[in-house]
């Protein structure tokens, strides 16, 4: 089935940096690229997804860009902010496999004031 | 709009005793419906699924079950509690047929003593 890899497991920017956190996957088949954001004790919500027609996506200080041949996908988050500190997880999905999500192991995101 | 609801948020259980978790989803119909559980500090991982009533596909062999009685009801059970079936519980669905975002419930925290 599909496999997720994604790091750094954890990650400290200072406040107005730029973070960027990488996922590679193992099944070429994989077509939808999700990313998640986990505040402390609630549940993971969508912040950006790609799928696997489109090279970059951007939504105002986020952006997701795949590469196919390399089967590898990186979140960027720009001028972070303290309220960007959270677990983010990447997953992606086949369509051999049922369209089932699988995540990554998760980044902390951790950004300094 | 589409709503999904998972309870009890927070439940404390002895070694060997069951567990009941339910969700339901409202303002759809026909949803895939899946548990994951998240250790702590750690990923996402996929339980169960369901693509209809009646229909559930097991993940990974463990010491629970899954049962979908109602097109938009999801319950994951236990006869008797292991001290590793400690987790964050989540429920979520998705549309069904075509990849799409997953929505998690609010989840449910169960310690087991």
């Known amino acids: 089935g599909e496999n997720v890899e994604q790091h750094p497991s954890t990650l400290s920017v200072q406040e107005g940096d730029s973070a960027v956190i990488k996922c590679t996957y193992s099944?070429?088949?994989?077509?939808?690229f999700p990313w998640y954001k986990q505040e402390l004790g609630k549940r993971p919500q969508l912040i950006i997804d790609?799928?696997?027609?489109?090279g970059e996506k951007k939504d105002q200080r986020i952006a997701v860009t795949l590469n196919k041949t390399a089967k590898h996908f990186s979140l960027h988050i720009t001028e972070t902010q303290p309220e960007d500190s959270a677990v983010y997880f990447c997953?992606?999905?086949?369509?051999?496999?049922?369209?089932?999500?699988?995540f990554g192991a998760g980044t902390i995101l951790r950004v300094k004031s | 709009s589409q709503t999904i609801h998972q309870w009890p948020a927070t439940l404390v259980q002895p070694v060997g005793s069951p567990l009941s978790l339910e969700c339901t989803v409202e303002?759809?119909?026909?949803?895939?419906l899946y548990w994951y559980r998240q250790a702590a500090g750690r990923g996402l991982q996929l339980l169960f699924y369901?693509?209809?009533?009646?229909?559930i596909s097991s993940e990974v062999p463990q010491n629970l079950s899954a049962s979908r009685p109602q097109d938009r009801q999801f319950i994951l059970s236990s006869k008797k509690l292991l001290l590793s079936d400690s987790g964050f519980y989540l429920c979520?669905?998705?549309?069904?047929?075509?990849?799409?975002?997953?929505?998690f419930g609010e989840g449910s925290r169960l310690t087991v003593l």
């Open positions: 979520a669905w998705s549309r069904g047929q075509n990849t799409g975002e997953l929505f």
């Open positions: 099944d070429s088949a994989s077509n939808y």
């Open positions: 790609i799928r696997s027609n489109v």
């Open positions: 997953a992606a999905s086949s369509p051999e496999y049922g369209n089932k999500l699988v």
């Open positions: 303002g759809t119909s026909n949803p895939n």
């Open positions: 369901s693509v209809g009533i009646g229909q």
